[in-house]
Structures are given as structure tokens and as C-alpha cells.
């Protein structure tokens, strides 16, 4: 399956687990899972929005993909290609052809640079192009990204947010990548920024048929920019599903939950039940079983002492839970009523929304 | 319905490099008894100054509140004796902040924390104050909070430490809650969780809640009147259904329609062109004008003042008369720089 030409990026089995020490010796007593079997696939130009709480793994996810941390276990395919086993000029390609934007556009440029040497560096490291040309490509990645090619002498401290961000999207684009981790690339700008960063990333999406990896803990922004879903709790992912039926047929509780507790800009509507008690458990110590059984308002017996294994309920659309039937698939039990009320437009007294 | 708390005409101003920056130019709000005014403003408009003003925690130097008046019960805290204020603090008025990480003493456990607030204003001794602490925390759903008064901040997750702030601030029963962003550095199941308990002991002790963010949907599901803030002032205040129902600022119009909402996958992002102008120089006539679609000549002269439009639905524009969500449909789909989504069809 890996050397199909239309799986960009397919993970299988992917594990991290940092070790825990103790003691003088450094003992490792025990492991944080941080990301556990984790598998899913990128297709070229299609964007997979990774949605979770903070401390799920999501960001740990995306470093071992990059190759900026050891996985420890599991494989990782870039193009068919084992991107754990590349080496020397090979893996050069695959760092040119990946590329990542992260959430603080504050901590992610280095204030001593130019913006101009910023955006090049990659250029000239990969010996993609030198003096003149090197600038004329700059400038030119510069208007793409909706900035003055005036910029190239600033520095990052003379810039907004939402301009860094634009600075971050350009560096990435510098080497030309077909896929860009997106680490919650919204989540520290303005809603009326965040809209022009959102709206450039579609661009440009569809201009270089890029694909995305798009990481981010809120639910509309992901919804809004992703072809597909995938939820992610305690390192594992708990469902998978194409952007519409993640929406319209949610199955995990956790996904549930998750969009029960999104508040849509609408009053009126009848405020939906706090579905999710409690934290999410020490991942030192997660629980046996499920997962995610301590929070979940449908535990059974099994979810205890048996943890489910992923489940394809139909075409793509995959699912980590006990009581979802693989042939009739159905949120369990209340939930399903809830699901129902999650599309309900606000009631009668409720407000038209724009 | 009474009101609690009205803000007129106040100004604040810090002192900065480059001049003078008005970071709250002639505010009006009113809170009343009971419910829930949502403030709602982009980073640096005003919100937390004005939040902070309230309970005259404006740091001087650089800040200073130059004109208004803040009345709370007949009496104008802005003319009050430090001696007063302090008593006001805590007792009458409360605030809990942004950041439960920071807020909280590190070195201090929950317990010494909690009581130190309780003996200062309700004059118990620590004994007494150990027992309501724990009744309170509680309250707040702390499991095992005898247990937890023991705790230090950094032994807590970030929900619990936002709960923790809430007890304290609620420990000597105030009249108003001030809630400057409580949940926007929490996860959104743990937000539901925050929301729920302020809603629930705001209808239990009758509290009035003073709540800022920039989350349309928390507005939306706790507040019963919003203030729209932009460059230091209010845009556009009105009930809630008014502001999401029938948005009269072009301001208004274009935040609704910036944020991406579940369901509504296909619709494009509007974007609000330029950025939010600079305190220490604002543009002359109306601050919004630069990144205003409906701009005309007037409006490069006269800042348009916050003016009735219906039964209590203000807005700060010279055109909010002609200027609803039909009329912005229209001019919005005509609009060239708007960027549709065409990848979703």
C-alpha cells in the first residue's frame, strides 16, 4: 500500500514514548506514551485537520513525522518511501519536501535576522538558487504571501502576529514542500487575522496543490480547512472521519463531547449538556482498558479491562470504541440523541445567525 | 431591572515612548443586577483596562484614568478613598484572570491562599477561614478539598486552578463577577466545565458577571447583553439577540463573518482589511474607518458617537440606520479582496 502513487504520507503503528527516570542512575521506571500505534494517511492536496486537548500528543506526533524526534516504534511513509531509514541526500529531499509552521510566530524567527535571510536560509542550504536569484525568489514568496518584497531587510520585532505568521508560511513555502505541518498555526492570532491566515492557507493549497497536516484544538477552525478529521486523545486516535460525516455522523463519545462543548455563535440555543467530567488522566498512569473510559459518560464493563482496537464502520471512516457496531454504526446509548441535537438549528426563540 | 454598575464616559491613558496612548477613550456600559454582560474585543482594544479600572488596579505610572465615572450603588469609585476601594475589592467586586498558571502564588499552597483573601475581608480567624475554604472549594467542584487545601499551584491542572480562582473570588459572595477571559487558555471540554459552574452560581447567588473575551460562542451561550469594543471604545452594545441577531456596526458584521463556524463549511472567511490602529495614534473621524467598507466622507471628519438605533441597541456608526446583515451580504459578495474557499466548492 505504501507504494501507491495517491498516499502521500501514510503512518503506521507510530509510537513515542519518552522514558520516565528516577534516582540517581536515571532508572527508568516506567514511560509516557506520548503518541501510541498511531496510524493514518495524507493523499496529495488533501488537508487532515488533528484535533485534541492540549497534552494529547498531537505536537509530539507531528516531531517524530518531521523526523525531529526518534520514534519508538512503528514507520512513517513519505511518497512510499521509509522515512525512518532515510539517510544523506535522501533525506534532504524528504526535509525540502516537508516543511511545518508553528503556533508562536513570536519564538519561531530568530529576531537577528533578516526577514529576507529568515525565508532564503532553506533556499540556500539546499542550494536551490544564490545571490540575485536567491533574492528575486524571496521577494517573490513574499507578495505571495501577501507581504511588501520592501520587507526583505526588516526584522521580525517590526512585524504583527498575523504579518510573523505570513513570514512563517513563506519560509515554508521556500523550498517548494508538498506537505506543511500546520501546528496550530491560528491559535495565538486575532479572530480577524486568523480569518487572513485561514484564507491564505486555502490559496495556497489550492495554487501549489500542497497538502496539509493541520493541528489545532479548536474544532471550527479545523472543520472549516480539513478534508478529513482525526481526534487524538491520550496519544491514540480515536476516530477518523471525512470533514462532512465528522460532523454530521459523529461516533466516538470523545468526538461527540468535543463538539458538544464547542459553543456555536448562536443564542437562543439551547445550551447542550457538559458532557466531559473531570481532566484528562495523568499520562504517567493512564488508565487500563479504554482510554478514554474515565471521562466517558457511556462506559461498559469492557471499556474497563479491554482496549478497542480501530474499527473502519464504513469507506474512511474509522473508529476506536467497544460499543460502536461495525456493521450498524450508532453513537452509544443517550448519545445519539445528543448527535441528533447538535444539527438542530436554534430553537424558536433563538437567533437567526448571518 | 436595576442597575448595578454604570460605567460613563471614562477614559484611561498610558503614558508611553511615543505619546500618550488612550487605551479606553469615553466607555459607557451598564451591568445589571443579576446577569451577564459579555465584553467582547480583539487583543488591545481596551477590554482588560477597562476591567481594571473598575476596580482601580490600573498601574500608575505609566496609566491613569483622566475622566469618567464609575458608579456602583450611588457611590463613584473613581472618587473613592484607597481605604474604601480596598473594601470594595473582594467584597463587593470581584475579578479572575486569564491565566490560572500565573495568577496563583507558586510558593503558597490553594488553602493559605484562599484564606489569606477570607480573613482579610470577612475578618475570621484562620480556623474559620480553613472550613469556608473548604466548603467553597467545593462548591467549585474540587474533589477531596480538604485534601486539596494542602496543594501547591503547579500540583493542580489548568482547570482546577481556574476553579480555584473562582473560589477564591466568589469566597466573600460578591455582588459582581468581573471574568477577564476565564477560559481561553483552557481546553474546550474543561471551558464547558467553567462555563457551567459560573452559570450555575450566578443562579444561585444572583451575581452579576462581567465577562470579556473574544469568543463569540461563549458570549453567545452565557451573556444577556454585549459590548462590542474597537480602538479603546464601544462599537455596538444592544441584548444579545440584537447584536447576533441584527449587527448594525460594520465592525460587528465583520467578526461575525471572519470566524469559521462548525456546519457551515463552504462559507467564505470575510477578512477585515489593515489591522487594528495604534492607541498612541488613532485616525481621526471614526477609528474604524480605514477597514470600514462603507466608509464616506463624514466619516473622515466626525467620530460617530454610540447612538440608539432601536430600544437599547447602540451603535458608533453614522449609517447603522441602513447599514444590516443584508445590506453587508450584498456589499460583501461584490467585494473583490473577498477570498472565497473554492476548495470546498
Known amino acids: ?354 | 431591572m436595576e442597575t448595578l454598575l454604570k460605567i460613563s464616559n471614562l477614559k484611561v491613558c498610558f503614558d508611553t515612548d511615543d505619546g500618550p496612548a488612550m487605551a479606553v477613550d469615553g466607555v459607557d456600559l451598564e451591568i445589571m443586577k443579576g446577569t451577564t454582560l459579555g465584553l467582547v474585543g480583539e487583543s488591545g482594544c481596551g477590554k482588560s483596562v477597562t476591567c481594571l479600572s473598575v476596580l482601580r488596579l490600573i498601574p500608575s505610572p505609566p496609566g491613569r484614568i483622566t475622566g469618567g465615572e464609575i458608579l456602583y450603588k450611588g457611590r463613584n469609585l473613581l472618587a473613592l478613598p484607597e481605604k474604601d476601594m480596598e473594601r470594595i475589592r473582594g467584597n463587593d467586586i470581584s475579578m479572575i484572570f486569564q491565566e490560572p498558571m500565573t495568577s496563583l502564588n507558586p510558593v503558597f499552597t490553594i488553602g493559605e491562599q484562599i484564606k489569606e483573601v477570607i480573613m482579610l475581608h470577612q475578618h475570621k480567624t484562620s480556623a474559620e477561614a480553613g472550613e469556608l475554604a473548604v466548603r467553597i472549594l467545593d462548591k467549585v467542584g474540587i474533589p477531596s478539598p480538604a485534601i486539596r487545601l494542602k496543594s501547591y499551584p503547579h500540583q493542580m491542572s489548568g482547570g482546577m486552578k481556574q476553579r480555584v480562582m473562582i473560589a477564591m473570588a466568589l469566597s466573600c459572595n460578591p455582588e459582581i463577577l468581573i471574568a477577564d477571559e476565564p477560559t481561553t487558555a483552557l481546553d474546550v471540554t474543561i471551558q464547558a466545565q467553567i462555563l457551567e459552574l459560573m452559570q450555575s452560581l450566578q443562579d444561585e447567588y444572583g451575581m452579576s458577571i462581567l465577562l470579556v473575551t473574544h469568543d463569540l460562542g461563549v458570549v453567545a451561550s452565557m451573556a444577556s447583553h454585549v459590548a462590542i469594543m474597537y480602538a479603546s471604545s464601544i462599537v455596538e452594545y444592544g441584548s444579545v439577540e440584537d447584536i447576533f441577531g441584527n449587527p448594525r456596526h460594520p465592525y460587528t458584521l465583520g467578526l461575525f463573518t471572519s470566524i469559521p463556524v462548525i456546519g457551515k463549511r463552504g462559507r467564505a472567511l470575510y477578512v477585515i482589511p489593515g489591522n487594528v490602529p495604534d492607541p498612541v495614534s488613532f485616525p481621526r473621524g471614526c477609528r474604524f474607518r480605514p477597514r470600514c467598507l462603507f466608509a464616506a466622507e463624514q466619516c473622515m471628519t466626525q467620530k460617530p458617537p454610540l447612538r440608539e438605533i432601536r430600544h437599547g441597541h447602540r451603535a458608533a456608526c453614522h449609517f447603522s440606520q441602513t447599514i444590516d446583515k443584508y445590506v453587508w451580504k450584498e456589499k460583501t459578495k461584490t467585494a473583490s479582496f473577498l477570498i472565497s474557499d473554492e476548495q470546498h466548492g
Open chain 1, 1 to 354: 500500500m505504501n507504494s501507491t502513487d495517491n498516499i502521500l504520507l501514510e503512518v503506521r503503528n507510530l509510537r513515542k514514548y519518552f522514558p520516565v527516570t528516577s534516582g540517581i542512575f536515571s532508572r527508568v521506571i516506567s514511560s509516557v506514551k506520548a503518541v501510541d500505534n498511531v496510524s493514518f494517511h495524507i493523499k496529495p492536496g488533501e488537508t487532515l485537520g488533528l484535533v485534541g486537548e492540549s497534552g494529547c500528543g498531537k505536537t509530539t506526533l507531528s516531531r517524530v513525522i518531521l523526523r525531529l524526534a526518534e520514534p519508538s516504534g512503528g514507520e512513517v511513509y513519505f511518497e512510499g518511501e521509509d522515512v525512518f531509514r532515510l539517510r544523506g541526500d535522501r533525506l534532504r529531499r524528504f526535509r525540502k519536501n516537508v516543511q511545518i509552521v508553528f503556533q508562536d510566530p513570536y519564538s519561531s524567527l530568530n529576531p537577528r535576522l533578516s526577514i529576507g535571510s529568515i525565508i532564503a536560509e532553506g533556499i540556500g542550504a539546499h542550494g536551490i538558487a544564490r545571490g540575485g536569484k536567491k533574492r528575486e525568489i524571496v521577494e517573490g514568496l513574499l507578495e505571495r504571501v501577501g507581504l511588501s518584497a520592501g520587507y526583505y531587510n526588516r526584522y521580525p520585532h517590526e512585524f504583527s502576529g498575523g504579518q510573523r505568521q505570513r513570514i512563517a508560511i513563506a519560509r515554508a513555502l521556500s523550498l517548494n514542500p508538498k506537505l506543511i505541518v500546520c501546528d496550530e498555526p491560528v491559535s495565538a492570532l486575532d479572530v480577524s487575522i486568523q480569518a487572513q491566515i485561514l484564507n491564505l492557507l486555502g490559496e495556497l493549497k489550492r495554487d501549489f496543490n500542497l497538502s496539509y497536516l493541520f493541528i489545532s484544538h479548536d474544532l471550527a477552525v479545523v472543520e472549516h480547512v480539513s478534508d478529513r478529521i482525526a481526534t487524538m486523545y491520550m496519544g491514540e486516535i480515536t476516530e477518523i472521519a471525512g470533514a462532512g460525516e465528522f460532523y454530521s455522523r459523529p461516533l466516538h463519545p470523545y468526538t461527540i463531547a468535543l463538539l458538544s462543548a464547542n459553543l456555536l455563535p448562536e443564542p437562543g440555543r439551547k445550551r447542550r449538556p457538559v458532557i466531559l467530567r473531570g481532566d484528562v488522566p495523568s499520562p504517567l498512569d493512564p488508565p487500563p482498558g479504554c482510554r478514554f473510559h474515565t471521562r466517558c459518560p457511556v462506559a461498559e464493563d469492557v471499556c474497563r479491562v479491554k482496549r478497542p482496537e480501530p474499527v473502519e464502520v464504513s469507506g474512511g471512516h474509522m473508529v476506536r470504541c467497544h460499543l460502536v457496531d461495525r456493521k450498524d454504526p450508532a453513537p452509544p446509548g443517550f448519545l445519539a440523541d445528543l448527535t441528533l441535537m447538535l444539527h438542530k438549528p436554534a430553537g424558536e426563540s433563538g437567533v437567526k445567525p448571518l
